[in-house]
């Protein structure tokens, strides 16, 4: 009976597989999918496709698959709530657990749309990718993440007025940029380089290379 079932939670996830694969697909270079394999959280996950965050196959389970894991009570969908990739970038992440027959949880499907592409829109349609972060009581931040959460929107800013996003710039225009930037002061901050270089899909050396 144990093979039975264990069978049948692997055809689920198989089948949710396919599903990670073409939504992933659908929205390159603007959705990451994950589907995570909750019955092995040290390497759970199963597939990602548009890899946005830099996380790989066989990566462990987020503190929500962690949740999810031990408490069968757990919401099944957490739709719209805010998230960052590494880098920094905002994400907007969808996450939906997937419960096998018994009622436990086996797996979750994970949709982090990445919203720092769409900073051109976002200038005049802010409202559209909003999240209740603003609203939520938070300990105040430290001056490190007002200057990189600052230095972010006005890289934003200056992109969108190019009518691209910071990382679709022509090099000439992530020269003027960076250059822009330098001559207002933003690299008096100590990691600005770093962010900067982030926010432009560049190397550091490079944004250095491109204020001389």
């Given at each position: 009976m144990e093979g039975v079932v264990d069978g049948a939670d692997e055809h689920l996830i198989g089948e949710a597989e396919k599903i990670a694969v073409a939504l992933g697909r659908m929205f390159p270079g603007l959705c990451e999918v994950v589907l995570h394999d909750l019955r092995d959280p040290r390497h759970a996950i199963r597939a990602i496709e548009n890899n946005l965050s830099g996380r790989q196959v066989g990566d462990s389970a987020t503190e929500l698959g962690l949740a999810r894991i031990a408490d069968p009570e757990y919401p099944s969908v957490l739709q719209n709530y805010p998230n960052r990739f590494p880098d920094g970038r905002p994400v907007k992440s969808t996450s939906?657990?997937?419960?096998?027959a018994a009622g436990k949880y086996i797996a979750a499907?994970?949709?982090?749309?990445?919203?720092?592409?769409?900073?051109?829109?976002?200038?005049?349609?802010?409202?559209?990718?909003?999240?209740?972060?603003?609203?939520?009581?938070q300990p105040p931040e430290t001056l490190r993440d007002r200057n990189a959460r600052e230095l972010r929107h006005v890289v934003e800013k200056l992109a969108a007025e190019r009518a691209a996003t910071p990382r679709s710039l022509s090099r000439q225009d992530k020269k003027a940029l960076v250059r822009q930037l330098h001559q207002d002061g933003y690299f008096d901050s100590r990691d600005a380089a770093q962010t900067i270089a982030d926010l432009l899909g560049v190397s550091r050396a490079t944004v250095y290379n491109y204020s001389k």
């Open positions: 939906i657990g997937l419960k096998n499907l994970c949709l982090n749309l990445d919203v720092s592409v769409l900073s051109p829109v976002t200038l005049t349609l802010s409202h559209l990718v909003a999240t209740e972060t603003e609203h939520r009581e």
